[in-house]
């Protein structure tokens, strides 16, 4: 069992654990939501099902443990001390099962994204779901799958409410100091969806269906196959699936009103219509070697909600995107080399995609003012090797990645752009302590430098930009006090690369591109603690997290004084502040939470005094009480706190305020056994935002109002 433990670990690394226009057609957006309606109408049926659930499980793993500890298991709260999940630099981490009855079925990355502390979602102007943490944007927190990474195209990020996770093994943050062997482009933190990293399991659950409904009329399912061979310590694995979601429209929070006739607590041009599909497999030697693949696709047809605090609000809808992912990698397996046992891994990845956006007259949706069509694609190649160090390893990490963005505006004309990235990173992981049981356990050091190369071969016949370099760095380790206590620290300086859309966009001609821009340099340093303890009768987990960052050269948008902006490395955004995460357990009853307090200070090179940061509260918090009721249900209550925040309103050219808000979530679930092909049924009733509280994402984008959700997984 220590054998087979430490040479997983050994031969996978910590890197392993951490990741990836059509034609003309008018469509009004009435006449979508109809359509859809009668779509999707068969899938309420297929959600009609007892009340069940399982227990949600939401892991807090800490950043870093040598190879040769024993895990040990927390009951739902879990510390995995077999695998890595991040290296001794110190970066914290939160995993989320996506088999809660509080994640939707068949979710999107943005629902499941919202259920993880710290982290904050939001959506935009142009309908996309972004993340921010820690006083970062969403330009400066990757998301990979399997290793591809999704934000490394034209914009330099990706749409959360369109990326389809019901794949997914986990999903797991990594906030803060990231590793240098990710790539280019890592700042503030990693999203890294797994789909067909892991080994072949015998046991692993990959048949299965899921789906449900909501009080609106929008419904929700998937379904997956799949089977595994397996021959000693080898096996084939396979599995594929499929996911169809459709909603004519989210409720409106109670005292909202939109500036346009809709549909009775309906929040206007807010349709949804999204099919996905995904197929991974995985073969695996006796030896240790090993191929695998995974892919995933959807093609989408949203409407964009207009925002209500501005006289002008973009009248979009996205008549169809469409987008493919898949990589193929390909490993050596822990062995012997000419200069002692390493193991060796490459990956190619493809991102691939094209969208529509139809500008429109009004707010009825009817008459189409202009379009714009996108077509983009983006080529990875990472490879990837571990090698024994004496008692500590060496890693090192080489990705090469090439985006091109071909764009054509009617009116207008059509523009090719193509961006180059280039990152070198190596680490060093050396033990300080042995892990024979001391005080000072498995006590581990780490230190990692890169080195990031960008150019622009082609700029849309604008004025192209000299290349570009910057180097990273980081530092950090962690021990293991006792056995029920681990510290870790660390310190990094990472770059970003400016996107082709920040150096070349035009907007439709409100923005002068500016190809001279910088890259954004983030200092961060970070320190914590996790542990459990007993008190009051109860086994408590808990993290405590101090963060101290400084982010440069940020790039911003700048009034030129006749109607249009442009872009400029004006800014400096520190943030500091402290993150906690507790969960504690009564034989069946939980009680937890979390909570973020932060100060994020912003100073403008052409502006005196400190500026308020938008969207940044100073306070967020989260807490749930869960356990048992009559005849096998299990109930769960939570609330959502995020303090004051501020907003640029376009209009009055001044910040606003957003007054301080709450929401409660109830999850009503039990859980049957089965039999036949599945084990499990889990179904559950969620009624989301229980009081209709008006929650915004952004200044006049408020979330949904209050919700009824049934749904079930079987497995």
């Not at 499929?242 to 409720?251: L, Q």
């Not at 987008?323 to 080399?337: C, P, Y």
Request: with cysteine.
């Amino acid at each position: 069992m220590k054998r087979e433990a430490g040479r997983r670990v050994g031969r996978r690394g910590a890197w392993r654990r951490i990741g990836r226009c059509g034609g003309w057609r008018p469509l009004g957006g009435r006449d979508a939501r109809r359509r859809m309606g009668r779509r999707g109408a068969w899938l309420p049926v297929v959600a009609l099902a007892s009340l069940a659930g399982a227990e949600a499980v939401a892991a807090q793993v800490p950043d870093t443990v040598s190879r040769d500890t024993v895990s040990f298991r927390l009951r739902e709260l879990r510390i995995e001390a077999l695998r890595p999940v991040a290296s001794v630099s110190g970066a914290s981490a939160v995993r989320l099962s996506l088999q809660s009855p509080r994640v939707a079925a068949v979710p999107l990355l943005e629902e499941a994204l919202r259920e993880i502390p710290f982290l904050q979602v939001r959506e935009n102007s142009r309908g996309e779901a972004q993340p921010t943490l820690r006083g970062t944007e969403s330009r400066q927190l990757s998301v990979l799958v399997d290793g591809v990474p999704l934000t490394l195209g034209w914009d330099a990020r990706t749409d959360l409410s369109l990326i389809p996770v019901d794949a997914a093994r986990e999903i797991q943050l990594f906030r803060g100091i990231s590793s240098v062997l990710h790539g280019p482009n890592v700042l503030g933190g990693v999203v890294s969806i797994e789909i067909g990293h892991g080994s072949v399991e015998a046991g692993r659950r990959l048949n299965g269906m899921q789906g449900g409904m909501d009080a609106t009329g929008a419904a929700f399912g998937g379904a997956r196959l799949g089977h595994t061979w397996s021959s000693g310590e080898g096996g084939v694995s396979v599995q594929a699936g499929g996911a169809y979601r459709t909603r004519d429209g989210v409720p409106l929070p109670g005292g909202v009103v939109q500036p346009a006739p809709a549909e009775a607590n309906r929040r206007l041009n807010s349709d949804l219509d999204h099919a996905s599909a995904f197929f991974t497999g995985r073969i695996e030697s006796e030896g240790g070697a090993w191929v695998s693949m995974s892919t995933f696709g959807y093609r989408a047809e949203k409407g964009v909600p207009p925002e209500l605090h501005v006289m002008n609000p973009r009248r979009w809808r996205m008549p169809e995107t469409k987008r493919i992912v898949g990589t193929v990698s390909a490993g050596t397996g822990w062995g012997r080399t000419p200069f002692g046992t390493g193991d060796f891994e490459v990956s190619i990845g493809i991102d691939a995609g094209d969208a529509q956006i139809d500008e429109f007259e009004t707010l009825a949706y009817e008459e189409i003012a202009g379009q714009e069509f996108a077509d983009d694609r983006t080529l990875t190649f990472r490879g990837l090797s571990d090698h024994e160090l004496g008692d500590g390893v060496a890693r090192t990490a080489l990705t090469v990645a090439e985006t091109r963005h071909v764009e054509r505006i009617v009116p207008g004309g059509g523009s090719t752009f193509r961006q180059r990235l280039f990152s070198l990173g190596g680490e060093v992981e050396l033990p300080l302590a042995g892990s024979g049981g001391g005080f000072w356990s498995g006590a581990r050091v780490s230190l990692g430098a890169s080195w990031d190369y960008g150019s622009t071969p082609e700029t849309g016949g604008r004025e192209a930009r000299e290349a570009i370099h910057g180097w990273g760095a980081r530092a950090g380790g962690s021990a293991q006090i006792g056995r029920r206590l681990r510290l870790h620290m660390g310190a990094s300086r990472r770059v970003r690369f400016p996107s082709l859309r920040e150096l070349y966009s035009g907007a439709l001609g409100r923005f002068v591109p500016n190809h001279e821009l910088a890259p954004e340099v983030l200092r961060a340093v970070e320190g914590g603690v996790t542990g459990t303890v007993e008190a009051f009768g109860a086994e408590v987990e808990a993290q405590a997290v101090l963060f101290v960052q400084s982010f440069s050269d940020a790039i911003v948008r700048t009034g030129l004084g006749d109607g249009r902006f442009r872009r400029e490395n004006r800014r400096r955004v520190d943030a500091a502040g402290i993150e906690l995460l507790g969960d504690a357990r009564w034989g069946g009853v939980s009680v937890g939470g979390d909570l973020t307090w932060q100060r994020v200070d912003v100073t403008d090179q052409l502006q005196s005094g400190t500026l308020r940061a938008e969207y940044q509260p100073e306070i967020a918090a989260g807490a749930h009480v869960e356990g048992p009721l009559p005849w096998g249900l299990r109930a769960r209550a939570a609330v959502e706190a995020i303090g004051r925040q501020y907003c640029v309103d376009p209009d009055l050219g001044a910040d606003v305020a957003l007054d301080s808000t709450a929401r409660v979530d109830l999850v009503v679930s039990r859980e049957f056994a089965v039999g036949g092909p599945f084990r499990t049924l889990q179904t559950s009733l969620a009624l989301d935002n229980l009081a209709d509280a008006t929650v915004f994402d952004q200044c006049g984008l408020p979330q949904p109002g209050r919700l009824l959700r049934l749904q079930f997984r079987i497995s």
